[in-house]
């Protein structure tokens, strides 16, 4: 049964540990709990909101005056071997640690690189989620969708997904399919290791943050853009442009969703007078 909650803060829920409340907020634990909710809120005539991890989020200082749902609990998780492949199903919510991790202890690849993405499977399929020359969408084999009431398997040959955007806006992702690859245990937990140890070297994770900023292309990195122009420890309030990478954002305590969104302003406009480039940003906003 699914319990809403009021009044709760959101930045217990945020990566960046900022925001303000949500009217209504629950956890769901499966999908029938999930579309219990969006169909409460429906009937409540609020607005609703799927949240992941919210590592890829900010929440207005005014708060989301709807309801907030959150995956997070929603944590089934099985796999399939055939021959060399290995076919894993997973919940919308199951983040990307557990998925690695148990990866790992039954010796099958393709995901390493994203060990360290701090997120659930839904929050990375919506956004593509990707790093080290991968994306998600390599081993996307189908994705269970809720949309206009009804639950729906779309495969990925459907799906117009492009870079960190999973093309699934105003859809609910229930779960999802993904083709991997039989390997050694050591072999996989050796390259997790190897793009864990990257991260630590090159991000800023001692401090409240949600990954990159802007989206990047072929032409475009944003950090290198924004470390030229002398943009580093840059603070406005509580955020800063990290010191370590220039493409992040810290909160260095107490920082206000106002403060980051000012950041970002800040970063876009000098980028855009010196270089004439328009960086997009890649963090969502709850809306
Ligand atoms: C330290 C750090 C490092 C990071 N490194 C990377 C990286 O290397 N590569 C990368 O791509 N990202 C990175 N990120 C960003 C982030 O972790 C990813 O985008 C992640 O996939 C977001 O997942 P989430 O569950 O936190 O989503 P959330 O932040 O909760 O949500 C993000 C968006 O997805 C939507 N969403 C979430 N779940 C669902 C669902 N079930 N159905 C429909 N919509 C949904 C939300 O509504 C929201 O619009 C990093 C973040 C941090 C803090």
């Known amino acids: 049964m699914v319990v809403l909650k009021s009044y709760e803060p959101m930045k217990n829920h945020l990566s960046f540990a900022c925001g303000g409340y949500a009217k209504f907020f629950c956890e769901v634990k499966n999908i029938n709990e999930l579309i219990e909710a969006i169909k409460l809120a429906k009937k409540l005539r609020r607005k609703f909101f799927v949240l992941g991890k919210g590592t890829n989020l900010l929440c207005p200082d005014e708060g989301y005056n709807g309801v907030v749902i959150s995956t997070r609990k929603m944590q089934n998780i099985s796999l399939t071997k055939y021959n060399e492949k290995v076919f894993v199903e997973a919940d919308a919510g199951v983040d990307l640690f557990k998925i690695n991790k148990l990866l790992a202890e039954l010796g099958i690849s393709g995901l390493e690189w994203s060990y360290g993405i701090p997120g659930t499977l839904g929050g990375a399929i919506f956004m593509n989620a990707g790093a080290y020359g991968h994306e998600i969408f390599e081993f996307v084999s189908y994705v269970d969708i809720y949309y206009r009431g009804k639950i729906k398997r779309l495969k990925k040959e459907k799906i117009n997904f492009s870079y960190r955007n999973g093309g699934l806006n105003g859809k609910i992702i229930l779960s999802a399919g993904l083709m991997l690859t039989s390997n050694k245990f050591e072999a996989v937990k050796e390259k997790q290791l190897s793009f864990m140890k990257k991260r630590i070297e090159t991000q800023p994770l001692n401090y409240p943050n949600a990954g990159s900023i ?16 002398g943009l580093k420890g840059v603070i406005i309030g509580g955020a800063k442009v990290s010191e370590k990478h ?30 004439k480039i328009k960086l997009e940003p890649e963090i969502k906003i709850m809306k």
């Open 246 to 275: 220039a493409g992040f954002i810290v909160n260095i305590g107490n920082a206000t969703t106002k403060n980051i969104l000012d950041l970002i302003d800040l970063i876009q406009k000098k980028v855009y007078d010196a270089t």
């Open 214 to 229: 802007f989206k990047r292309n072929e032409k475009i990195i944003p950090a290198q853009i924004i470390d030229k122009l």
